[in-house]
T-cell receptor, first 114, second 113 residues
């Protein structure tokens, strides 16, 4: 069975500092996709970054980068130069191979301190 | 990315009643997905809405409780029937985007009292 685990229910980071949000996954599929979404208090889900299981390089999108360690089955999100607007819930997700069915982790609530 | 609009954005409902949530996309999409997020929880897929055929429900979700319509390639509705307080959740519509991701609407916050 596929599973996403986020072990940090809450994190604090000082403004302008970098922060890493942990995500581990479990799957027996050779092909899969890993995603991070941001959910502000307004409730919308905002796509941040994607990593394919066969991608050789770690994905980056602006201040977001995904530290993909396939052997460890981890896909940690790194946010550089944190901003107050980064305060939100962050969800790691995995897409089952060949489907659009996404499995989400329980989320990490990030609070950026001024 | 597609622009996805949901209505209502928030509602407070009496138990035993039903509420229909609308999802409008600004482009034609083959599949639309409905997710539920109970308070403090993660997202769970309810069903996939297919145009021209019955929705495909995930384990634990049934058509009688969550009937779905998909009259065309840009619109879908999800009805939450005979609501109880346990149905208090954010309900999110989503559609496939470019590449491998999916995009979400703003969500509909339902509180059942």
């Amino acid at each position: 069975a596929q599973k996403i685990t986020q072990t940090q229910p809450g994190m604090f980071v000082q403004e302008k500092e970098a922060v890493t949000l942990d995500c581990t996954y479990d799957t027996s599929d050779p092909s899969y996709g890993l995603f991070w979404y941001k959910q502000p208090s307004s409730g919308e889900m905002i796509f941040l970054i994607y990593q394919g299981s066969y991608d050789q390089q770690n994905a980056t999108e602006g201040r977001y980068s995904l530290n993909f360690q396939k052997a460890r089955k981890s896909a940690n999100l790194v946010i550089s130069a944190s901003q107050l607007g980064d305060s939100a819930m962050y969800f790691c997700a995995m897409r089952a191979a060949g489907t659009y069915k996404y499995i989400f982790g329980t989320g990490t609530r990030l609070k950026v301190l001024a | 990315s597609a622009v996805i609009s949901q209505k209502p954005s928030r509602d407070i409902c009496q138990r035993g009643t039903s509420l229909t949530i609308q999802c409008q996309v600004d482009s034609q999409v083959t599949m639309m997905f409905w997710y539920r997020q109970q308070p403090g929880q993660s997202l769970t897929l309810i069903a996939t809405a297919n145009q021209g055929s019955e929705a495909t429900y995930e384990s634990g979700f049934v058509i009688d409780k969550f009937p779905i319509s998909r009259p065309n390639l840009t619109f879908s509705t999800l009805t939450v029937s005979n609501m109880s307080p346990e149905d208090s959740s954010i309900y999110l519509c989503s559609v496939p985007g470019t590449g491998n991701t999916i995009y979400f609407g703003e969500g509909s916050w339902l509180t059942v009292v």
